[in-house]
Nanobody, 111 residues
Framework: VQLQASGGGLVQAGGSLRLSCAAS????????IGWYRQAPGKQRDLVAR???????DYADSVKGRFTISRDIAKNTMYLQMNSLKPEDTAVYYC??????WGQGTQVTVSS
């Protein structure tokens, strides 16, 4: 596995989770790296990503609640998710241009 996401689980609304995405090699420098999610029956949508010059881009629905970060030395990317809502329930995927998609991690938020 070249790109592996972890940290998902079941949490109550208002709770927090921290997702991690570990790469088998250097993959988290540069731009276009990010997190996406896919709810049942829906398309895969952007959650957060690193754009050009390190600018961080967030979906409107998660702004102020989610924070993307990365540790290039550890080949790892994170998604801190606070104030979770039931509509955040989805499979979360990490993406890098070098390694493409990792396997997803399920996040379920109960009301």
């Amino acid at each position: 596995v070249q790109l592996q996401a972890s940290g998902g689980g079941l949490v109550q609304a208002g709770g927090s989770l921290r997702l991690s995405c570990a790469a088998s090699r250097s993959a988290f420098n540069g731009n276009g790296i990010g997190w996406y999610r896919q709810a049942p029956g829906k398309q895969r949508d952007l959650v957060a990503r690193f754009g050009s010059s390190g600018f961080m881009d967030y979906a409107d629905s998660v702004k102020g609640r989610f924070t993307i970060s990365r540790d290039i030395a550890k080949n790892t990317m994170y998604l801190q998710m606070n104030s979770l809502k039931p509509e955040d329930t989805a499979v979360y995927y990490c993406y890098t241009p070098k390694l493409l998609w990792g396997q997803g991690t399920q996040v379920t938020v109960s009301s």
